[in-house]
C-alpha cells in the first residue's frame, strides 16, 4: 500500500517541556525527575523516549491510600448525594477549563492524535454532567405490598471504597466514569492507571484534589496510586475494596475476577472486544466505508470498541474492500500532535510485535494482507507507527478470535443474514457490533434477542464512539460489566429492600399463622 504522509516528529525535549506545561496549568506538582532514576518511567509513544521518571507508590503507601479512603467514607456516604455532587460537578467545570492540557498529556502519553485526545477529554466532561444530574436521581422503588398497612421499598446506599483499574488507552476517560459515579453514589476511591500513563493521571489527581479544595470536601475521598501489577493487586486482594471496577485484557480479568469473588467484593470487568460490522447489500455504502475507516484505524486500532472484523456480504466485499483501502492510503500518519494526523502511534514495541504476529499467523491461514507495513519516521526508531493493515480471511479461523491491539480489519464474507449473525456472534468476546443496512428488517433482526450477542449494538454507525449516555460494556469474555451511563451507577451502590408496618397489626405474608 502505497503511504501517507510523514510529519516531523518533535523531540524529546519538546515534550518534556510541554509536559511541565501542562502540569503547570494544571496545578500538579509532581517530582518529575530525569529518566534512568529508580520509578517508574513515563514514556511517549510520539517517539519512543522515555521522559521523566516518577515516583512509584510503595506496598505501605497503597495500604494507606485505602485505609485513608475507607475513612473518608464513612463521613461521605451520609452527606446528602445533591452535596456529592457539587464536587463532580467542581470537576467538571476544572476540566472544561484545562480540557486543552490535559487532552495534550494524552497525545503526549497515549499517542492519541489531537481531536480524540480532546474527545476523550470531553468524555470526562460529559460523565460529570451525567453523574451531577444522577446525584439528584438515584431513586429506589416502591412496591405493592401484600400486606394492609405495610409499605415495600428499596433505597440505595453507598457500598465503600471502589478501585478502579484502567488500560493506557483511555488514560484518563475511564477514571472519570468511574469516578464521577462512585463519588455521587456516596463511594471513595482508589486508582490504579495503567503504568504506562502516569503523567495524566497525576493531572487528573490535581484536578479532582483542587476540585475537593474548591468544594469544601476532604482531598481523601479520591486517591492515586501508581505501579505495576502488585499495586493493583493489593486493590484486588484488600476486603476493604468493595468494588473492583477494571479495565483491561481478558487474562486481567481472568485473574481479577476470581480472586475478587474468592472474598466476596464486587467486580466490573471491561475486558477485551473484537467487534464486528456487517455490510448488507442495501447498505449506504459511502457512510459505511467512513464509519468502518474511523472504527478500524482511529486510535490505531487501540480501542477496546475498535472494528476488527469486517462481515460484508458476497454482493459489496469487493467494492468496500477496494473502497476501503483507498481510503486507508490517504490517511495521514505521524506526529499525533500534527493537525492533519489521523494515525498516531502504537503504545510500544510489543505492540506492534503483536500486530506483525497476528498478520503473519493470518497469511498462514490463507489470509490476504494489505498494508501493515510499518511507517518509518525520521529521528523515531524507537517509536511504532503503522499503516493500518486489511486481511481478507477465506475462514473466520484462530487469528480472527484474538484481539490484537493494533489496527487489523479482518474481512470476512457471507451470503444470508443468519450466518452473518452467526459469524458475528462466534468469537469468545462480545463488547461491539454493527450493522449497516437500510432495511428495517436487516436492522431489527440484528439488534433482536437472537441478533448480536454484544453488549453494544448499533445500526448505520460503527463499532466505537460511543456516547456516555448509554451503558458501556459487553458479553462473554469481555467480562459481563456495565460502566457510565444508564443505570450503571446501581453497580457502586448496595440495595436495601425495606418494609415498613405502620399498622397495628402483625399480618405475616404468604397468609402464614404462627400463634
Ligand atoms: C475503551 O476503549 O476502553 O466507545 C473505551 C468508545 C469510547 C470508549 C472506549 N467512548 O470508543
New binding site residues.
Given amino acids: 500500500m502505497s503511504t501517507t504522509t510523514v510529519t516531523s516528529l518533535p523531540t524529546a525535549a519538546d515534550l518534556r517541556a510541554a509536559v511541565r506545561a501542562a502540569f503547570d496549568a494544571i496545578g500538579a506538582h509532581a517530582d518529575l525527575a530525569e529518566p534512568g532514576g529508580h520509578g517508574l518511567p513515563a514514556s511517549t509513544p510520539v517517539t519512543g523516549d522515555i521522559l521523566f521518571t516518577v515516583t512509584e507508590t510503595t506496598p505501605e503507601q497503597t495500604h494507606l491510600a485505602i485505609t485513608e479512603a475507607a475513612q473518608a467514607f464513612s463521613n461521605w456516604r451520609t452527606t446528602p448525594a445533591p452535596v456529592r455532587g457539587q464536587l463532580v460537578a467542581r470537576l467538571g467545570e476544572l476540566l472544561r477549563e484545562h480540557k486543552a492540557d490535559l487532552a495534550a498529556l494524552v497525545t503526549i502519553e497515549a499517542g492519541k492524535i489531537t481531536s480524540e485526545a480532546l474527545g476523550e477529554v470531553q ?1 470526562m466532561i460529559d460523565i460529570c454532567d451525567f453523574a451531577v444530574g444522577l446525584s439528584r436521581q438515584l431513586y429506589g422503588r416502591t412496591i405493592a405490598s401484600e400486606r394492609p398497612g405495610h409499605r415495600l421499598m428499596e433505597t440505595w446506599h453507598p457500598i465503600g471504597v471502589v478501585g478502579v483499574v484502567t ?1 493506557f ?2 488514560p484518563v ?2 477514571w472519570a466514569w468511574n469516578t464521577a459515579i462512585a463519588l455521587v453514589c456516596g463511594d471513595t476511591v482508589v486508582w490504579k492507571p495503567s503504568e504506562l500513563t502516569p503523567l495524566t493521571a497525576i493531572a487528573c489527581q490535581a484536578l479532582i484534589e483542587r476540585a475537593a479544595a474548591d468544594t469544601g470536601v476532604p482531598g481523601h475521598l479520591s486517591r492515586l496510586v501508581l505501579g505495576a501489577r502488585e499495586v493493583g493487586e493489593a486493590l484486588v486482594d484488600d476486603p476493604r475494596v468493595a468494588l473492583v471496577s477494571a ?1 483491561g485484557s481478558v487474562r486481567m480479568g481472568r485473574q481479577v475476577g476470581p480472586r475478587v469473588a474468592e472474598r466476596f467484593g464486587r467486580v466490573l470487568l ?1 475486558l477485551g472486544g473484537n467487534n464486528a460490522a456487517v455490510v448488507t447489500p442495501s447498505a449506504d455504502l459511502d457512510l459505511a466505508v467512513r464509519a468502518i475507516v474511523f472504527s478500524a484505524a482511529g486510535t490505531a486500532g487501540q ?3 475498535t472494528l476488527r472484523r469486517l462481515i460484508a456480504h458476497t454482493s459489496v466485499a469487493d467494492t468496500l474492500v477496494e473502497r476501503i483501502a483507498a481510503a486507508y492510503r490517504t490517511l495521514p500518519i505521524g506526529n499525533p500532535a500534527a493537525d492533519g494526523t489521523l494515525v498516531g502511534p502504537l503504545i510500544h514495541e510489543t505492540a506492534y510485535r503483536d500486530m506483525v504476529g497476528a498478520l503473519e499467523q493470518a497469511r498462514a491461514d490463507g489470509g490476504d494482507v494489505i498494508g501493515g507495513q510499518r511507517h518509518h519516521v525520521d529521528g523515531a526508531s524507537e517509536a511504532f507507527y503503522v499503516e493500518p493493515a486489511i486481511v481478507r480471511m477465506p475462514a473466520q479461523t484462530g487469528v480472527v478470535h484474538h484481539e490484537t491491539f493494533a489496527p487489523i480489519l479482518y474481512v470476512l464474507t457471507y451470503d444470508t443474514l443468519d450466518e452473518a449473525i452467526a459469524l458475528n456472534n462466534a468469537v469468545p468476546q462480545g463488547l461491539s457490533s454493527a450493522i449497516f443496512t437500510t432495511d428495517v428488517r436487516e436492522a431489527e433482526r440484528f439488534l433482536a434477542a437472537d441478533g448480536s450477542d454484544c453488549g453494544i449494538a448499533n445500526v448505520n454507525i460503527g463499532t ?3 456516547e456516555i449516555g448509554g451503558a ?1 460494556g459487553g458479553e462473554k469474555q469481555t467480562g459481563g460489566g456495565r460502566e457510565s451511563g444508564s443505570d450503571s451507577w446501581k453497580a457502586y451502590m448496595r440495595r436495601a429492600t425495606n418494609t415498613v408496618n405502620y399498622s397495628s397489626e402483625l399480618p405475616l405474608a404468604q397468609g402464614v399463622h404462627f400463634g
Fill in positions: 468524555e488500560a488507552n483511555f476517560a475511564v479495565t471491561e480501542r477496546c470498541t466505537s464512539g460511543a458501556f
